[in-house]
């Protein structure tokens, strides 16, 4: 090879090395552009609350007009002593609201005879206290369930075989006590078992018992709102459980939208700290509430509002469930 070549191929040399340093601080550069772009971008999520719209809702939303505090109870049963004396309480710590389950089984043990004295005390006693009632219209009584929800595998909080009879039910309800309740939720915890029986879970099924009763409630009393079942918090997705974010889109998909006016949540802080800010499927905490949230977003239900029904802290460290 002559000096010439030599002199060529050592300077092609020089360049091709050159030119890869040139391309790999071009590229370190990259990467280091778009770390610190997705940085930022990262931190204006978050500060914009994951996309999430922050305001409040309209003065006229529903129940605006009553004081924002509200309260599960379980009185049904109660004395009317103790029912007096409770809401009284209530009222006077400054609830305007009740949240209180009424047993289907109870109300209509068999098919058309109703029993209604232990509703109509309490609703009267409700009233007579200030306060508002939301109506939880759950469980079913065995007449009305699937065989295998009957029997040696006797299951109350089963839905009914058939949404017809618990539209019935539910128009009959709305009938009698229109004048006394404006706020109905139809079900609770429909996304696990022992709530939708000892059967597969089914977005779908619940769909058609939602639009049953709440068709037949508004029926009955025009002024009806209704709230959406509140779906358990669960990481789950299988036959006995499904998460609640996926029951609910599977609930937009099912066309249930046009049958709730409110997206009942309960929101539980289980093993995770208070100032845990991760809102991912996996994990059980605070920020469910903003998966269910944007998953309404998704389906163009942004002015539905959210409902907390029932908020929880781990308080007891045997306690199985952690809240």
Not at 286 to 301: E, I, P, Y
């Amino acid at each position: 090879m002559s000096n010439v070549s030599r002199t060529r191929a050592a300077t092609i040399g020089q360049y091709r090395r050159a030119l890869a340093f040139t391309r790999l601080i071009l590229l370190y550069a990259l990467l280091c552009f778009l770390v610190l772009y997705g940085a930022l971008v990262w931190r204006q999520v978050r500060e914009n609350g994951w996309g999430l719209d922050s305001s409040l809702p309209p003065v006229d939303s529903p129940g605006r007009q009553i004081p924002f505090l509200g309260i599960t109870i379980d009185l049904f049963d109660a004395d009317p002593a103790t029912q007096q004396t409770d809401l009284q309480r209530l009222q006077e710590s400054g609830f305007g609201w009740v949240r209180q389950r009424f047993d289907w089984a109870a109300l209509e043990p068999e098919p058309g005879r109703y029993t209604w004295e232990a509703s109509d005390a309490l609703l009267a006693e409700i009233a007579a206290a200030g306060l508002t009632p939301v109506v939880l219209l759950d469980g079913s009584p065995a007449w009305a369930r699937y065989p295998l929800d009957r029997g040696p595998a006797d299951n109350p909080l089963a839905p009914p075989a058939d949404p017809a009879a618990l539209a019935r039910f539910a128009a009959t309800f709305a009938k009698r006590y229109g004048d006394q309740v404006r706020f109905y939720q139809v079900w609770h915890e429909p996304n696990i078992a022992p709530h939708w029986g000892n059967r597969h879970i089914e977005p779908v099924e619940y769909a058609q018992l939602l639009k049953a009763a709440s068709t037949a409630i508004r029926g009955a009393d025009d002024d009806a709102v209704i709230l959406l079942a509140a779906l358990a918090p669960t990481a789950d997705r299988g036959h006995t459980a499904i998460d609640e974010v996926y029951f609910l889109q599977r609930l937009y998909a099912a066309g249930a939208a046009p049958y709730f006016d409110a997206v009942a949540v309960q929101s539980y802080g289980f093993g995770a700290s208070p100032d845990d800010g991760r809102a991912r499927l996996p994990l059980l905490n605070f920020q469910r509430v903003k998966l269910m949230r944007r998953t309404m977003l998704a389906a163009d239900d942004g002015s539905t509002p959210i409902w907390l029904v029932r908020y929880g802290w781990n308080t007891r460290h045997d306690s199985p469930w952690r809240t």
